[in-house]
């Protein structure tokens, strides 16, 4: 987009960018169209935790190449599909064939969006823009030289004029003016009813099917009649990326025409079946407090090293820890204050009244402190591609838990690896027991207590400094982790419970992705981080170290540490948390 450009030097900041652009799109579309269950997840929209399809052509604009408007524009058309449209009744309706079911989506979208109000000019305005930039790079694109574009591209400029998009410039209508004509001899009568049953999704329907269905037969009747006369033109590849003809039905969200639940629930099981989690041994799975890896002389080493560094950083701590109260904390019962000249009647001060009636302080008050009870626990991925950020990660967690515990919050730190490089012990098990297929995991899990809930952060302060040991880090089990975080966690008491994941990538262990047949360690993750968030019972959310993590994460945030920490660093992370807390209290 021009406003926010991507530059190839900073191609992390430009997926910045895209993050936060994106959030406030989910945010334009979920206050307009009142569905608090809408947000982005890995650059793809979800409404209510599925992912919701977006097949008319023009709703895929480009990073890099549409302007802030344009997706602007989208996200007001995204927001009247879920206000007038009924997704059970367009199903219904969804014809199958691939024309057909683009041209239905088309005249579908267009019907919605010609019902913004009059009082939204803006909208009305952003609507318009994002058509005509579609319209204009489709023509820039050639594809209207193609039979098949020009036949599209003339029925989607003459179904958004006649739903009231507004009128077209007079280049497109001398070009799509022959073409129009032979359309109206083809689908005049239903293409007339279009405007009138607008504000009617069924009564609509009708007539758009029948649409849709005479632009696939007359494609079909086009390519034949070229293929015979020696002139095959199939459709180009441009065309059907411009159009959205490569996309499916199925893994988008909706359910098939003739898709009971039973049987959608039975296709869940043998997928989850299928691709079930396996663990070859866990005979060699470890779990250490920080300390009993780290000499305890090299220790004090690395507490001091890292002491010197936050100093120079020049954090103020007490103003993260306002910030982080105003976040967290809740006002807590403290007893009463007496002796106050308003509030309840102290019944033990009634002879004050008769013995000195111009003395008012006969009155008590309840006392609220407020506190934070929450606990926040730090999952930090201890992978070898972890070493060159564990430094600005150390002082970040670091600041976090001093700040969170002045406010009354328990914190965590836990950090996760693997026992070796490319398999350790399960792997040579593994082979003296003939390979067997689809082993699962063939590395030992290492899970590292750097600080503990139950300990405060003076008496952790020294192993919190062995995240600076990097020689610790080899390969990661990101699922696992989590599911050792979620079991931690959910042990303690609280009111807010908060899990904060940091991480560079995906999982890896090289010996478990070469011995079976499935990327398993990507998909256990996926499937355990979804149940963390459809569960509720914690807020989950994640920092990607110069990584978009949305994919893994509905609530993430990519953040580029360098070699200092600034109030920006803290204050995105403070927005994260603030997301995922608030968002997983509306069980959204």
């Excluded at 328990?410 to 996760?416: A, D, S, Y």
């Amino acid at each position: 987009m021009t406003t926010t450009s991507n530059s190839p030097q900073d191609p992390a900041a430009a997926a910045r960018r895209q993050q936060r652009l994106e959030e406030l799109c989910a945010a334009l579309i979920r206050a307009q169209s009142a569905q608090p269950a809408v947000r982005y997840r890995g650059h793809q929209l979800e409404w209510r935790g599925r992912p919701y399809p977006l097949r008319a052509p023009h709703l895929h604009p480009e990073p890099g190449l549409d302007d802030l408007g344009s997706f602007r524009g989208v996200a007001d058309a995204i927001a009247l599909r879920l206000r007038h449209q009924d997704p059970a009744l367009h199903l219904h309706w969804l014809p199958a064939p691939p024309v057909a079911r683009l041209v239905f989506e088309l005249l579908e979208q267009l019907r919605v969006e010609s019902l913004v109000e009059d009082h939204h000019p803006g909208s009305r305005r952003n609507l318009h823009h994002r058509f005509s930039a579609w319209s204009n790079q489709f023509l820039a694109s050639g594809q209207t030289e193609s039979h098949v574009g020009l036949l599209l591209f003339t029925l989607a400029m003459m179904s958004w004029v006649q739903l009231g998009g507004g009128p077209l410039d007079e280049p497109t209508e001398m070009l799509i003016e022959s073409t129009r004509m032979f359309l109206l001899r083809e689908i005049g009568p239903a293409f007339g009813l279009l405007r009138r049953h607008r504000q009617d999704q069924g009564a609509f329907a009708e007539p758009a099917l029948s649409i849709a269905l005479c632009l696939h037969e007359l494609v079909e009747g086009l390519q034949q009649q070229l293929a015979a006369d020696g002139k095959a033109e199939p459709l180009s590849e441009d065309t059907k990326k411009a159009f959205g003809l490569l996309l499916e039905l199925e893994g988008e969200g909706d359910q098939g025409p003739g898709s009971s639940p039973a049987e959608q629930q039975a296709r869940l099981r043998q997928a989850a079946e299928r691709l079930a989690y396996r663990i070859y041994s866990d005979r060699f799975d470890r779990e250490w407090p920080a300390h009993r890896r780290v000499r305890p002389e090299l220790l004090g080493r690395l507490r001091d090293s890292l002491d010197e560094r936050i100093r120079e950083q020049g954090l103020n701590l007490n103003l993260l820890a306002k910030k982080l109260r105003r976040l967290l904390a809740r006002p807590l019962e403290q007893g009463w204050r007496f002796g106050e000249e308003e509030g309840r009647l102290d019944g033990r001060r009634l002879p004050t009244l008769v013995t000195s009636v111009a003395d008012r302080r006969v009155f008590k008050q309840e006392r609220q402190q407020p506190r934070a009870e929450a606990v926040v626990t730090f999952l930090i991925d201890n992978s070898g591609s972890m070493r060159p950020h564990m430094e600005s990660i150390a002082m970040l967690v670091d600041s976090l838990s001093q700040a969170l515990e002045r406010i009354g919050a328990r914190v965590e730190i836990l950090g996760f690896t693997t026992g070796h490089w490319n398999g350790g012990q399960p792997l040579r098990q593994w082979q003296r027991d003939g390979r067997p297929a689809n082993p699962g995991r063939l590395n030992e899990r290492c899970h590292i207590v750097y600080k503990s809930a139950d300990s405060r952060w003076r008496r952790a302060r020294k192993d919190i400094a062995a995240l600076l040991k990097g020689d610790l880090f080899r390969e990661g089990l990101d699922g696992e982790a989590l599911l050792w975080a979620e079991q931690r966690l959910l042990a303690l008491p609280a009111r807010d419970r908060l899990l904060l994941v940091i991480s560079d990538g995906c999982p890896m262990d090289t010996a478990t992705r070469q011995a079976n047949e499935q990327d398993l360690l990507d998909l256990h993750l996926r499937q355990v981080a979804s149940r963390l968030e459809r569960e509720g019972r914690l807020a989950l959310c994640a920092l990607g170290v110069g990584l978009d993590l949305s994919g893994y994460y509905r609530h993430s945030q990519l953040l580029e540490l360098g070699q200092s920490l600034d109030n920006r660093v803290f204050d995105e992370v403070l927005s994260l948390m603030a997301r995922a807390l608030r968002q997983n209290a509306g069980g959204s």
